[in-house]
Nanobody, 126 residues
Framework: QVQLVESGGGLVRPGGSLRLSCVASGNIRSINAMGWHRQVPGKQRELVATITSGGTINYADSVKGRFTVSRDNAKNTLYLQMNSLKPEDTAGYYC????????????????????WGQGTLVTVSS
């Protein structure tokens, strides 16, 4: 079917930057809205940023002015540029996407699916 794979997480000092990537693969017909979420153990997953296929963007208040979400539709890839990182940004970061995919090898039929990646860990610490 389809899958999302994130990369780019790691350990960074406060004030530093990281760039996360999320690549979609599979029998993809089109990708609609995409987004980044984050989760700290013991807490609910929270939305970080979303971007529609038309480029409409939404950010959580906590990351506005520091994070930038973008997508490369030709590469089926979502990005999250994170600047001025704070210790409270430490979390597992997950991408998700609303994907229309082909359900048969003749590409005659398709369906929709919300897909989640496996996550990438971001740790902000001195």
């Amino acid at each position: 079917q389809v899958q999302l794979v994130e990369s780019g997480g790691g350990l960074v000092r406060p004030g530093g930057s990281l760039r996360l990537s999320c690549v979609a693969s599979g029998n993809i017909r089109s990708i609609n809205a995409m987004g980044w979420h984050r989760q700290v153990p013991g807490k609910q997953r929270e939305l970080v940023a979303t971007i529609t296929s038309g480029g409409t963007i939404n950010y959580a208040d906590s990351v506005k002015g520091r994070f930038t979400v973008s997508r490369d539709n030709a590469k089926n890839t979502l990005y999250l540029q994170m600047n001025s990182l704070k210790p409270e940004d430490t979390a597992g970061y997950y991408c998700n996407a609303d994907i229309t995919y082909y359900v048969d090898p003749n590409y005659a039929r398709y369906s929709n699916l919300e897909v989640w990646g496996q996550g990438t860990l971001v740790t902000v610490s001195s």
